[in-house]
């Protein structure tokens, strides 16, 4: 086994395995299933990498709801979070926004109990928001106990 190491300019880090990678990857996957259980892992590792660079990235969130009872109240909660108004798809089910975000928003947002998934794309630099893109993630498309893994 070959170890690996990170120099970052001023330290070296190191020396690390293909084993140390994937103890770290599980632990950030169950951070992430923990912590924000309801958004989508891959826009929690793209808005990660972002934040690098950027406090609070352009994206268009896809919001996904249980039921529209409280089309009403989300619509609000993102309003005051966000700043700006949703458009809703799906008979309520399906709201969109654009905006800058962090992941205190998101949290914040993917708390309420009506919220069953949120995805997003970013929006680079120049271009407009093309409105909604996602399709809610159906039971068959996630493999056994992801699901329940991220509930």
């Not at 009872?69 to 700043?83: S, W």
């Not at 630099?125 to 509930?151: C, M």
Request: charged fraction near 35%; include cysteine.
């Amino acid at each position: 086994m070959e170890d690996y190491y990170f120099h970052d300019g001023n330290e070296q880090y190191g020396p690390f395995t293909l084993e140390d990678l994937k103890e770290k990857f599980n632990a950030y996957e169950n951070a992430m299933k923990t912590c924000l259980p309801k958004v989508d892992p891959k826009l929690v590792t793209e808005l990660l990498q972002l934040l690098k660079k950027d406090k609070a990235p352009m994206y268009t969130l896809e919001i996904f709801l249980n039921t529209n009872a409280n089309i009403d109240e989300m619509r609000d909660r993102v309003a005051r979070e966000t700043g700006e108004a949703a458009a809703v798809y799906d008979r309520g089910t399906h709201m969109v926004v654009a905006h800058r975000i962090t992941l205190e928003q998101l949290e914040e947002i993917s708390s309420h109990d009506d919220v069953d998934e949120i995805k997003g794309t970013h929006i680079t630099r120049g271009t407009a928001s093309i409105g909604p893109v996602f399709d809610r993630t159906r039971d068959e498309e996630y493999w056994e106990g992801q699901r329940d893994a991220y509930k």
